[in-house]
């Protein structure tokens, strides 16, 4: 008996030590992902930076855009270029619907081969609609730098404005817009992304399905003269390194737009008797999946409900709760619970809002070092669960509780101080 039961504890202490070692070795590839390069080219060196002429009144542009005034802190690619004077450009993109244009100001013009694409961007002009339009309000973001010359002589300059489409503490599209210092044209970096509660800053998804967005929004408007490619061969993320050209056309007059978002939920009758059985440990899943799905919602109802409010002092006591409650919610339904059930509905539960919380923002694409890090985090919801459930057998801290906490601080701690 007593070697059967010192064989039992080993086997308990080494599912600990693995279930350690697993959240070890997400969070290491997290912060390991973190710091890799994007995929695409390779940083400019500092002495010959790749630089690109979008117009003709002298200004030439650092296709990128970059955290801080240097090329090796380059973050993402411009992607889009709107020819027109700086107001209108700014019109074009809140406005749109509001342009007003004259009929002798269509005209094809062509386009320079050793600049934009020969295939010009088409749309059927007798088409019924085209894609909703998106309404793009200003916006509140980290400062990104970009570089213009002009004749020799070299400036970092920071936005002209930021716009977005959506929420700031949900899913996004967001603009950061660079005018052109002669006044010819303005630098666009347009990408989605959504803010993340454990990195307490925005995750960027992608850019190329914002960029066609932006595209087919302008397509065939009466506004557009046209709307063409220009090789900026300046991959960064998604990006082909391909920038849309948008030449406007006319004067611009003042209009507002009005998007509505909707969602919907169902359940299922035949799952009640089960739920009897095991209530409290449902109960600890739906409680998780209600928790982070609520923070989420009640962020963005505070930043709707509170425009003249920074959404990050909406954000602070929000994120209190989250960091706080879900262990606390986790280890107090989990004492009485059966351990497996406990582990399993609290690692579902919370995982599922997660995934619910991408489905509702429209993410499709998650970077790698995100989802280990997630990993790692219903890893240690789910041991801090169990170590609720054993707490009323064992004296002292169970083995699991302490892991568990342990990898939550770290999982917390990581990816604010920016190692995720």
Same mark, same amino acid.
């Given at each position: 008996?007593?070697?059967?039961?010192?064989?039992?504890?080993?086997? %308990?202490?080494?599912?600990?030590?693995?279930?350690?070692?697993?959240?070890?070795?997400?969070?290491?590839? $997290?912060? /390991?992902?973190?710091?890799?390069?994007?995929?695409? /080219?390779?940083?400019?060196?500092?002495?010959?930076?790749?630089?690109?002429?979008?117009?003709?009144?002298?200004?030439?542009?650092?296709?990128?855009?970059?955290?801080?005034?240097?090329?090796?802190?380059?973050?993402?690619?411009?992607?889009?270029?709107?020819?027109?004077?700086?107001?209108?450009?700014?019109?074009?993109?809140?406005?749109?619907?509001?342009?007003?244009?004259?009929?002798?100001?269509?005209?094809?013009?062509?386009?320079? !081969?050793?600049?934009? !694409?020969?295939?010009?961007?088409?749309?059927?002009?007798?088409? @019924?609609?085209?894609?909703?339009?998106?309404?793009?309000?200003?916006?509140?973001?980290?400062?990104?730098?970009?570089?213009?010359?002009?004749?020799?002589?070299?400036?970092?300059?920071?936005?002209?404005?930021?716009?977005?489409?959506?929420?700031?503490?949900? %899913?996004?599209?967001?603009?950061?817009?660079?005018?052109?210092?002669?006044?010819?044209?303005?630098? /666009?970096?347009?990408?989605?992304?959504?803010?993340?509660?454990?990195?307490?800053?925005?995750?960027?998804?992608?850019?190329?399905?914002?960029?066609?967005?932006?595209?087919?929004?302008?397509?065939?408007?009466?506004?557009?003269?046209?709307?063409?490619?220009?090789?900026?061969?300046?991959?960064?993320?998604?990006?082909?390194?391909?920038?849309?050209?948008?030449?406007?056309?006319?004067?611009?007059?003042?209009?507002?737009?009005?998007?509505?978002?909707?969602?919907?939920?169902?359940?299922?009758? %035949?799952?009640?008797?089960?739920?009897?059985?095991?209530?409290?440990?449902?109960?600890?899943?739906?409680?998780?999946?209600?928790?982070?799905?609520?923070?989420?919602?009640?962020?963005?109802?505070?930043?709707?409900?509170?425009?003249?409010?920074?959404?990050?002092?909406? $954000?602070?006591?929000?994120?209190?709760?989250?960091?706080?409650?879900?262990?606390?919610?986790?280890?107090?339904?989990?004492?009485?619970? @059966?351990?497996?059930?406990?582990?399993?509905?609290?690692?579902?539960?919370?995982?599922? $809002?997660?995934?619910?919380?991408?489905?509702?923002?429209?993410?499709?694409? /998650?970077?790698?070092?995100?989802?280990?890090?997630?990993?790692?985090?219903?890893?240690?919801?789910?041991?801090?669960?169990?170590?609720?459930?054993?707490?009323?057998?064992?004296?002292?801290?169970?083995?699991?509780?302490?892991?568990?906490?342990?990898?939550?601080?770290?999982?917390?701690?990581?990816?604010?101080?920016?190692?995720?």
């Amino acid at each position: 008996m007593d070697g059967d039961s010192a064989d039992i504890e080993l086997g %308990e202490d080494a599912a600990w030590v693995a279930a350690a070692l697993v959240i070890v070795a997400a969070l290491g590839g $997290a912060v /390991v992902l973190a710091e890799w390069p994007l995929w695409g /080219v390779d940083p400019d060196d500092p002495d010959e930076p790749h630089l690109v002429t979008p117009g003709d009144g002298g200004t030439d542009l650092w296709p990128y855009t970059a955290s801080a005034r240097s090329y090796d802190s380059r973050t993402l690619g411009i992607n889009v270029v709107i020819y027109g004077d700086s107001d209108e450009v700014h019109t074009a993109l809140t406005e749109r619907s509001a342009l007003e244009w004259e009929d002798e100001q269509f005209h094809e013009g062509d386009a320079d !081969s050793d600049t934009v !694409s020969t295939d010009r961007i088409e749309l059927d002009p007798e088409a @019924d609609e085209l894609s909703d339009i998106i309404s793009w309000g200003e916006a509140e973001g980290s400062t990104r730098y970009t570089y213009f010359e002009t004749g020799g002589e070299g400036e970092w300059v920071d936005e002209s404005y930021q716009l977005h489409a959506g929420t700031y503490l949900g %899913e996004r599209r967001h603009i950061r817009a660079y005018d052109d210092p002669a006044g010819e044209w303005t630098a /666009v970096q347009i990408h989605e992304e959504h803010w993340d509660w454990f990195r307490l800053r925005h995750t960027v998804t992608g850019i190329s399905e914002s960029q066609r967005e932006l595209e087919s929004e302008f397509m065939g408007a009466p506004y557009t003269e046209r709307v063409v490619r220009i090789p900026f061969a300046n991959e960064t993320a998604d990006g082909d390194g391909w920038a849309t050209g948008i030449y406007l056309v006319g004067g611009l007059l003042p209009f507002v737009l009005v998007g509505v978002i909707g969602r919907s939920r169902g359940t299922t009758r %035949e799952v009640r008797r089960f739920l009897r059985r095991r209530r409290r440990e449902f109960g600890l899943g739906v409680g998780l999946f209600v928790t982070y799905t609520a923070v989420r919602w009640l962020g963005i109802a505070g930043e709707l409900l509170f425009p003249g409010v920074s959404p990050k002092v909406v $954000a602070a006591p929000l994120y209190v709760g989250l960091v706080l409650g879900v262990p606390a919610l986790a280890y107090r339904f989990g004492r009485g619970s @059966d351990p497996v059930w406990a582990f399993t509905l609290a690692a579902v539960g919370l995982g599922g $809002a997660i995934i619910a919380d991408y489905v509702a923002m429209g993410t499709a694409v /998650v970077p790698l070092r995100v989802i280990l890090h997630r990993i790692a985090i219903l890893l240690a919801i789910g041991l801090i669960a169990i170590g609720g459930a054993i707490a009323l057998e064992e004296d002292g801290w169970p083995t699991p509780l302490v892991v568990g906490a342990a990898a939550w601080v770290l999982g917390i701690v990581a990816p604010v101080f920016g190692y995720i």
